[in-house]
């Protein structure tokens, strides 16, 4: 069994900065795994922060480039995102996603982040 569990999320003022982290365990190899943070905002669908790919391509969602930086660390098992110059717009549940292609798709329980003065 794959489990993903997040960390890091809470309040935040605008403009300020947080990191989540991501720490998965279980019978996983790691290293064949897209992974992905997503995020949810109240009312909206869930959409796409960023992306690790398990052939190192990095993609970033709308409106986040230049902000925000995800890592990866396959020994480790973890995927990480820095958040910066955090807006209101941020706020959401952040969740973890690990997909194998054609195969799995994990996903943890959520880490929520609020962006407020």
């Known amino acids: 069994q794959v489990r993903l569990v997040e960390s890091g999320g809470g309040l935040v003022q605008p403009g300020g900065s947080l990191r989540l982290s991501c720490a998965a365990s279980?019978?996983?190899?790691?290293?064949?795994?897209?992974m992905a943070w997503y995020r949810q905002a109240p009312g909206k669908e869930r959409e796409l922060v960023a992306l690790?790919?398990?052939?190192?391509?990095?993609r970033y969602g709308q409106g986040v480039e230049g902000r925000f930086t995800i890592s990866r660390d396959n020994a480790r098992k973890t995927v990480g995102l820095g958040m910066n110059s955090l807006k209101p717009a941020d706020t959401g549940v952040y969740y973890c996603?690990?997909?194998?292609?054609?195969?799995?798709?994990?996903w943890g329980q959520g880490t929520r982040v609020t962006v407020s003065s």
């Open positions: 996603n690990a997909r194998w292609p054609g195969a799995y798709d994990h």
């Open positions: 690790w790919s398990r052939d190192d391509e990095i």
């Open positions: 279980g019978s996983i190899t790691f290293s064949r795994y897209d």
